[in-house]
């Protein structure tokens, strides 16, 4: 009753506080994330693993299950599922609701890398993601082209991937759905037996003359320098003059029992948009990053990143976020606008008094903007639930 009192008695003190909750709430406002869910967890993780060539049964025996030996003794493991494709393996593991999902990835990892060397030789290290609300994506965009379709992959991720991930809070940029540059070295079998080699040997050289290797450091007066052989290819001609063997004295060289070509992948799946094949162009956020934000800036860039692109490839923004959060921003400030005439005219309708109406109908937005200023104290964000 005191508190009341008092301010009853000094309306300009109390008139002072509410200013002031209103200008921090808008202050506040102005630096909340703003975001379609609420930040979250959904303690599941997923272990990728590739074994290029491999058939299914032989994923499953010896990709698969070893990897699920090892990690079904992963603390708070409350369900493990499993896939096994050609040549990928993939494993999901659900884990109870509020254990640290942080702590169980470490635990995840540690126990790959202990199995790891057990894999067939050519798997590839597991890859290990966590599902959160941060993997929705931002923005999807869409590229089709015509003469420059076979490069397209290259194309969108030096001159659109890589100016995107410059933007503020963008976490990663991917391209997918265009076709990559592939290296074929097609094996001609009667010369390879013929030179008596075999295609272990011959894929042996050409990974260990494709690689850089580190040579050691050098001084010179104060500053130290980083010595490095530089042995990957930039062309891919050069693959023909490795020697692959020899063959009474004389060099056998790759040209000589295989034909090296630089082209492009085949692709079992396309992507079409409009009726013509395409690449997706997936914005994804770093976390506590404003979603509006970076879709705007998004936006912005775009015309000025087309204007570098060869003139036969479009981008057009196939799903934006943003739509969604601000639209849900906008039937909220129309739903307070409507709360604000229906409260003003029934408090007037039983009451008569304008000095009444106007202080009820001025609590409604006072307290609103005052819950902003909570919403940024707890490091919460913006959103449809919020």
Do not use: C
């Not at 391209?175 to 070295?185: D, K, M, S, Y």
């Amino acid at each position: 009753m005191k508190l009341y009192e008092s301010s009853v008695k000094n309306p300009v003190g109390t008139s002072l506080i509410f200013i002031g909750i209103v200008l921090i709430g808008i202050l506040f406002y102005r630096q909340l994330p703003i975001d379609l869910y609420p930040e979250m967890d959904l303690n599941i993780i997923s272990v990728m693993t590739t074994y290029s060539g491999a058939g299914a049964d032989d994923v499953e025996a010896n990709v698969t299950r070893p990897l699920e030996d090892a990690l079904n003794s992963t603390e708070n493991l409350k369900e493990l599922t499993s896939q096994s494709r050609d040549g990928m393996s993939l494993i999901i593991l659900q884990f109870d609701y509020g254990v640290p999902i942080d702590n169980i990835m470490n635990d995840v990892r540690d126990k790959i890398e202990m199995i790891y060397s057990f894999l067939p030789e050519g798997t590839e290290k597991p890859i290990i993601m966590k599902f959160s609300s941060d993997m929705i994506p931002v923005m999807t965009l869409s590229a089709t082209a015509k003469e420059s379709s076979d490069a397209l992959y290259k194309i969108l991720d030096d001159q659109v991937a890589n100016p995107l991930n410059r933007i503020p809070g963008v976490g990663t940029v991917s391209v997918t759905g265009a076709p990559q540059r592939e290296i074929q070295v097609n094996i001609i079998p009667e010369k390879l037996e013929g030179y008596n080699l075999s295609l272990e040997q011959v894929a042996q050289v050409i990974a260990a003359e494709n690689t850089n290797i580190p040579a050691g450091n050098f001084d010179i007066g104060s500053q130290t320098y980083m010595l490095r052989l530089e042995g990957e290819f930039d062309d891919s001609r050069e693959l023909n003059n490795i020697i692959v063997g020899n063959s009474q004295g004389h060099a056998i060289y790759l040209r000589d029992v295989a034909v090296v070509k630089d082209t492009v992948e085949n692709r079992v799946q396309e992507n079409y948009t409009n009726g013509q094949r395409s690449a997706s162009i997936v914005v994804q956020k770093q976390s506590g990053a404003n979603t509006v934000a970076i879709a705007q800036a998004v936006k912005e860039q775009i015309p000025l990143l087309q204007k570098n692109l060869p003139p036969d490839i479009k981008i057009e923004t196939v799903m934006d976020t943003s739509d969604h959060i601000i639209a849900s921003i906008n039937s909220l400030l129309e739903t307070i606008i409507l709360a604000l005439i229906i409260v003003g005219l029934v408090v007037l309708f039983f009451l008569g008094r304008w000095r009444a109406t106007i202080i009820i109908m001025l609590a409604i937005p006072i307290s609103l903007i005052g819950s902003f200023i909570y919403l940024y104290l707890t490091g919460s964000s913006l959103n449809i639930i919020s």
